[in-house]
């Protein structure tokens, strides 16, 4: 994957596609059940955190040009250390798959195919990602390029489109259950920003990677505004998603719009969307996973472990007994694993990195 060197709009468009797949799942409800009517200022905290951390990020990457963090792992702790580093990274990239895929392919039979077992939808996806794997990794980006727009688009769609259906009031109490709920323990949201790990290792892969710092402070600034236009959609229209289980708040959304007489029935069409944007997100997680393993041990064939990948992702997803298990694996167990993988090992590294290097730079 590093012989094909990314744009600049393709490193920002890959990152934003992951996010992507964590808001049309149930990621919304989840702001709103914790945060209430605080959520939206809440999502403005987060995004100014974030943004913060993702400068600081930036600047601690500035020592290592053209690194990742598997290099930057070998320089601080040799092979054994960028072992270890490379591990976490695929076992969350592989987990944060399969979890994001079953709860995704339930919410569908939920909706269109009550009578098909979840198996054979999640067998049409994995079929999908090897198909798409087959080819140059560019076609994957330019798909990504060209669907999360779309995917934009229909954000503004549901947002505009509802203004007739949208309650104000419902931002009231303006601190929800209060500053500590709304700052403190709201901090835990800062796992919707789990793109962020992705970043780690697109430095070597660049065409330009002196503006590194301008895709990430981008892809931060975008995210936030996507997460909270699809949580304003949500908050403003249903007040009874703060105690619900409903699948895919942002499907039940879209069912309300209607432009004239003629328009009618949008929820299809944003399905079909994220359906395809979903598909980019797992076959960009597949090659990340294969690339870091493949560096971890020098190997050549990429696209023989890409489909060992797909088959461990297609047999984790099946690991949960029902729908419930993998919900709470998805809003509870995995948010906290992107936030001690995205932020805090990746982070740790990054500071003992150079903390390593400005001692190796006073001795020289």
Not at 244 to 265: H, K, N, W
Not at 338 to 359: D, E, M, P, S, Y
Request: charged share 15%; proline share 3%.
């Amino acid at each position: 994957m590093a012989k094909h060197k990314i744009s600049t709009i393709s490193a920002i468009m890959l990152t934003l596609s992951i996010v992507v797949s964590y808001i049309t799942s149930s990621f919304p409800r989840t702001f709103i059940n914790e945060t209430k009517s605080a959520t939206l200022i809440n999502i403005v905290y987060i995004t100014i955190l974030v943004l913060f951390i993702i400068l600081i990020f930036c600047n601690l990457f500035k020592r290592f040009p053209g690194l990742d963090l598997l290099d930057i792992s070998k320089f601080l702790g040799g092979n054994i250390l960028k072992d270890i580093i490379g591990s976490f990274f695929i076992m969350y990239f592989t987990i944060s798959s399969s979890i994001m895929l079953r709860n995704f392919c339930e919410s569908l039979v939920v909706i269109y195919y009550p009578l098909t077992n979840y198996v054979f939808i999640i067998l049409m996806f994995i079929f999908s990602i090897s198909l798409v794997n087959r080819l140059d990794f560019s076609s994957t980006l330019n798909v990504s390029s060209i669907v999360f727009p779309l995917v934009l688009i229909s954000a503004l769609l549901l947002f505009c489109g509802n203004l007739d259906n949208f309650s104000f009031k419902r931002i009231y109490p303006i601190l929800g259950d209060g500053f500590y709920n709304t700052f403190i323990l709201g901090l835990k949201n800062i796992g919707a920003f789990g793109g962020i790990c992705y970043l780690y290792f697109l430095p070597p892969m660049l065409k330009e990677p002196q503006k590194f710092k301008k895709i990430a402070v981008i892809s931060v600034i975008a995210t936030g505004l996507f997460i909270f236009l699809c949580v304003a959609t949500l908050l403003f229209m249903f007040s009874f998603f703060i105690t619900t289980d409903e699948v895919m708040p942002l499907f039940s959304a879209a069912r309300y719009i209607e432009f004239g007489t003629f328009f009618q029935r949008f929820e299809s069409v944003f399905l079909l969307i994220w359906i395809i944007s979903f598909c980019c997100f797992l076959s960009i997680t597949c090659k990340f996973s294969t690339n870091i393993f493949n560096k971890m041990f020098n190997l050549s064939d990429m696209k023989a472990m890409s489909n060992i990948f797909i088959l461990l992702i297609f047999a984790l997803s099946l690991l949960p007994q029902n729908y419930a298990i993998a919900n709470f694996l998805e809003t509870n167990i995995y948010r906290y694993l992107r936030i001690a993988v995205g932020f805090i090992l990746g982070i740790t590294i990054l500071i003992l990195a150079n903390i390593k290097k400005k001692k190796v730079g006073e001795k020289d």
